[in-house]
């Protein structure tokens, strides 16, 4: 969910779609119309949007309870996600969900504080152990590959009393939790990702403060926190690669928010590549570059601005050669969350306060929330494949939000028709692509947004007793391009 950047938008801009929602909701076949034999479909969740159960069994408080609990003004309809959709005891009403589509794989999250209350491994609660023994065993029983999140925006509160990710002991904790998972489950799950969107998380959380742990501290915390979970991320992979891959045989990835940029103007192309390499590059370029570290735009500029802000120090922290190296390469293949395009504008002035990730960046755009561009998708690809050469990528989350319930959802039809051919194109011309995970299977409690924005290919009846769930027409349609492989532009609900 690339929630909060909308929220933080609707502010600005109220962009109306002049030529209609659905603009540009299409994209030629390009190629082959068969997806390739081990390119894998599947739908995505996380544990603090679905589960609930939010006290129960044992489970610690988490960062968003705590929020939700004490800001209920600050979530759009008021709600939380102590109940959510109930997997927590329903799980098996999601895996009819999933059978039903024939999903290859499920991506889902662990929540941290189900399993060690505190957030300490010293300190492990069984009934979570339990539960997750359950989904697991649950989907591979049924043929459904489990894709694993240990981090889903959410962790315990007793770790984020302690600083979070500005403090770098976060490295040790999420290590220490990444490492029991490996252990507990590595023996079924072989997909693991280690972050979700880490720029959204540190952005929001800690640059502009919209959500927990609410730190406005833009240009330094946001920067801070991304700096440590880089290393978080990096070492957990290093502890997978030297003590469980031998037995284990999984992949380590991460799941990096992405965005596209449009442009009309030809001169707009260094802008672009400075805006992809801010947005893009910025979780990227540590990983899958040669030559590792952050993108050496981002690595000067910030550096020219903090000394002209009079610090000795730039704001963009620096890799050491060792964690430079432990981070560079750390990741099997490339998640990535896309879920639409802005259009570079020129700017009329500074862009942003200073300091700022806006301000460093300094480029304007305007993201429309219904925009509707699969090209910008077959252009990521594109981008990530020329960039950091051609590393395995999978898209992790892509899907259309309604703001109210519809059950004739013919624009997600339209939404994810696209941009599944994009993902066929991509891969038609040489990008290294191999899975699709629409977000999200079920309505769930979005973040801000609460139950008001329906990302769910499924429908849950929130005054039924049992939640019942129920398809949406794109359920069907996803279930069509499953069973056929063929190319959804010629698949008709
Ligand atoms: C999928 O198959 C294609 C060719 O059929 C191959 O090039 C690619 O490496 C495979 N990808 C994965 C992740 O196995
Ligand atoms: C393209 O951008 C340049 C430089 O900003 C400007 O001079 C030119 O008028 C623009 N062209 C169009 C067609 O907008
Ligand atoms: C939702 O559940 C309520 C209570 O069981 C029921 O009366 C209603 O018909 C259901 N709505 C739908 C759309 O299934």
């Not at 252990?183 to 990702?193: H, L, P, S, T």
């Not at 802000?309 to 969350?337: V, Y």
């Not at 109210?404 to 692509?433: T, W």
């Amino acid at each position: 969910m690339k929630f909060l950047g909308l929220l933080f938008l609707i502010g600005i801009l109220s962009f109306p779609s002049i030529l209609g929602k659905q603009e540009g909701c299409y994209i030629a076949a390009k190629g082959s119309l068969h997806f390739p034999a081990n390119f894998s479909f599947g739908v995505a969740t996380s544990a603090h949007q679905v589960e609930g159960g939010w006290n129960e069994d044992g489970k610690g408080v988490s960062i968003w309870d705590d929020f939700t609990h004490n800001n209920p003004g600050l979530i759009m309809d008021g709600s939380n996600g102590d109940i959510a959709d109930d997997s927590y005891h329903r799980f098996d009403d999601d895996l009819k969900m999933l059978t039903d589509l024939k999903a290859g794989h499920y991506r889902f999250s662990i929540s941290w504080s189900r399993i060690f209350p505190n957030g300490d491994v010293s300190f492990k609660n069984q009934a979570g152990v339990d539960y997750y023994n359950g989904v697991i065993d649950k989907l591979l029983a049924n043929g459904i590959t489990p894709m694993v999140t240990i981090h889903h925006t959410n962790m315990p509160l007793e770790i984020q009393k302690r600083g979070g990710f500005t403090s770098s002991m976060i490295i040790e904790y999420f290590v220490d939790f990444a490492t029991e998972l490996f252990e507990m489950f590595g023996d079924r799950v072989k997909n693991w990702i280690t972050f979700n969107e880490p720029w959204n998380f540190c952005n929001f959380g800690y640059g502009v403060g919209l959500i927990p742990p609410l730190f406005s501290d833009p240009g330094l915390g946001d920067y801070l926190c991304i700096h440590n979970l880089l290393k978080a991320h990096g070492a957990a992979y290093r502890v997978y690669k030297e003590k469980f891959f031998q037995k284990q045989g999984g992949k380590v990835g991460i799941a990096l928010d992405t965005n596209f940029f449009s442009f009309t103007n030809s001169s707009d192309e260094a802008t672009f590549e400075r805006a992809m390499q801010f947005n893009v590059g910025y979780l990227a370029h540590p990983i899958f570059s040669k030559d590792g570290g952050y993108p050496p735009v981002m690595v000067h500029d910030i550096a020219r601005n903090s000394l002209e802000e009079g610090r000795f120090r730039s704001r963009l922290p620096t890799f050491d050669r060792e964690w430079r190296d432990i981070i560079k390469g750390s990741a099997d293949f490339l998640g990535l969350n896309y879920y639409r395009s802005s259009s570079l504008i020129q700017s009329s002035g500074p862009v942003g306060t200073s300091p700022s990730f806006e301000r460093d960046l300094s480029v304007e755009s305007l993201t429309d929330l219904h925009a509707c561009n699969p090209e910008g998708l077959e252009g990521v690809l594109h981008w990530l494949r020329k960039e950091y050469n051609n590393p395995p990528m999978i898209v992790t989350e892509n899907g259309w939000r309604d703001d109210e319930l519809k059950i004739e959802d013919d624009e997600r039809v339209a939404f994810l028709k696209s941009h599944l051919q994009a993902v066929l194109n991509a891969a038609n011309e040489g990008c290294n692509v191999y899975g699709y995970t629409h977000w999200s299977l079920v309505d769930n409690f979005e973040w801000v947004f609460g139950f008001s924005t329906k990302f769910g290919l499924y429908a849950v009846n929130r005054t039924s007793p049992v939640l019942e769930r129920y398809p949406k027409k794109s359920a069907h349609f996803y279930k069509k391009v499953i069973s056929s492989r063929v190319s959804p532009n010629k698949i008709i609900v």
